[in-house]
C-alpha cells in the first residue's frame, strides 16, 4: 500500500526538478529546514520568481509609452536614372499636343534628422498605467500558489519517511523475538520437547519478519527519494530527519486544532479575485478605444543634393527644415470591429465573474469535506491504534501459552500475522490523519 503512494507522490512531483547548484551544507533537515531548502532550490520557483520581475518591468515598458520618444534617420540615395517627367510642349514655344522629356534633381542626395513625439491624451493609457500592478499581484500570488504547493509536497513526502521509520522499527523488534523465538523452539525440539513442525512454522514466522524488515528498508529509500526530488535535494546524499512522527501526531490527537475558514485567506479566492480584476480593466480598455488620442510632435530634417557623390566636403550645402504640430486620431468608422471587442472584453468579465463564484463554492466544498475528512480520519486512527495494542496484547498471551505448551505454532503464527497486519493498518490511518490534516490547513488557506 505504502509502495503505491510513494510511487504515485513520485510522479505528481514530477514538476518539481533538482537543482544541480543545491548545497550539501547538511544531510539533516527538520521539517522546516526541509522546507526552507526547498524553497530556495526548486526550479519552479525560480521560474515564477523570474516572472515577478517579468511584471515588474512591464510596469515601466506600459508607463514608458507616455513619456517623450525620439528617433533618428538618415538617408543617402545615388540614383541610377533620374525620375523623367513630362512637360507639354508648348511651354517651350512647341506644338500644342506634345511634350517635352524633362530630368529633375540631381544624382546623388542625403538627409538625416530626428523627430520627438510626446503623448498629450490616450484613454488606453490612462487604464494602462492604472492596470500594470495588477499584473505584478498576479504574479506574486502565482508565486505563492507554488510555494504552498511545494510545502505540501515536501510535508507529505517528509511524513512518509518517518511513518517508514516507525514502521521499520517495530518490524525489526518483531524480527528479534520472532528470533528468540525461534531459537528457544529449536533447543526445545532438539531436547525433544517440541515437534519439527512447531520449528518450521516458527522459521516460517521468521522469514515474513525478515521480509516485512526489507519492505519497509525498500520503502524507506523510496520515501527519502521522493522527499530529496520535492525538496530539489542531490539523489546521491544520503538524508537524515531529525523529527520524529510523534512530533506531529500528538497535537492532532490531543487537540485537534480549530481552523477557521475566511475566502481571502485562500491563494486560489485571491487569484480568482485578481483574474476578476484584470477583465474589468480590460474591458476599460476596450471601451475608451472610442476617445480621440492627442499627441504632440516635432521633426527636424537636413538635406543635400549634388552631382558629385561626396556630398560631405564643405561645398556642399545642406537645407535645413523643420515642423512642429498636434495630431489628433479619432475612429469614424470601423465596421463594428470596436464595438465586437468591447462585447468579447464584456463575456470575459462575465466568465471571470461566474470563475469567482465557482472558486467560492469550491473553496468551501474543500472546507466541509476536509472536516470532515479529519473527523474520519481521527476516528479510524484511533480504532486502529487501539485494535494494534489489542493485537499486541493477544500476540503476548499467545506467546505464553505457546512456551507453556497449551498454544500450538500454527495459532501463534496467525496471530503474528494478525498483529502485523494491525500494525500495517495503523500506519495506513497514520498516514490518512496527517493528510487529512495538511487537507484542512490548505481549505482554510494556512499552509
Known sequence: MMFKIKI??????????????????????????????????????????????????????????????????????????????????EFFGGEPGTYIPVKFGQDFNSDFGFSVSQLIFDGSYIIGVGSVQLYVNLSKQRHEKTAIDIREAVTQAYYMVLVGMKYKETMNEDLENVK?????????????????QDVDQIKLLLRNSENEVLKAEREITISKVVL?????????????????????????????????????????????????????????????????????FYNYTKSAYSNDANLFTSQTPWYPSSLVGLQLTLSIFNSGQKRSKVQQAQIEVEKAEVQRKLTEQTLQKDYLTAVAQMESALESFDNDRENRELAEKIRQKTKIKFDNGISTSTEL?????QYINAYRALVTSTLQLLQADLNLKKATGNL
Not at 528468540?180 to 519439527?196: C, H, M, P, Q, S
Open 8 to 89: 504515485a507522490l513520485l510522479t505528481v512531483f514530477l514538476g518539481y526538478a533538482i537543482n544541480p547548484k543545491a548545497q550539501e551544507v547538511t544531510s539533516s533537515f527538520s521539517l522546516n529546514e526541509a522546507i526552507e531548502f526547498a524553497m530556495e532550490n526548486a526550479y519552479v520557483l525560480h521560474n515564477t520568481k523570474q516572472d515577478i520581475v517579468i511584471a515588474q518591468k512591464k510596469v515601466w515598458e506600459t508607463i514608458s509609452t507616455g513619456l517623450p520618444q525620439v528617433s533618428g534617420t538618415a538617408n543617402y540615395n545615388a540614383f541610377i536614372n533620374l525620375p523623367v517627367s513630362l512637360i507639354p510642349g
Open 180 to 196: 528468540k523465538l525461534y531459537n528457544e523452539t529449536k533447543i526445545l525440539y532438539e531436547n525433544g520437547f517440541r515437534e519439527e
Open 228 to 296: 530529496k526530488y520535492t525538496m530539489g535535494f542531490n539523489l546521491d546524499t544520503e538524508i537524515a530527519l531529525t523529527d520524529n512522527i510523534e512530533k506531529f501526531l500528538e497535537p492532532l490527537v490531543a487537540t485537534p486544532e480549530q481552523l477557521q475558514f475566511d475566502f481571502n485567506r485562500h491563494i486560489d479566492y485571491r487569484l480568482a479575485m485578481s483574474n476578476f480584476q484584470v477583465s474589468e480593466k480590460l474591458l476599460g480598455v476596450e471601451k475608451v478605444t472610442y476617445l480621440p488620442k492627442l499627441s504632440a
Open 413 to 417: 503464527s496467525q496471530i503474528e500475522t
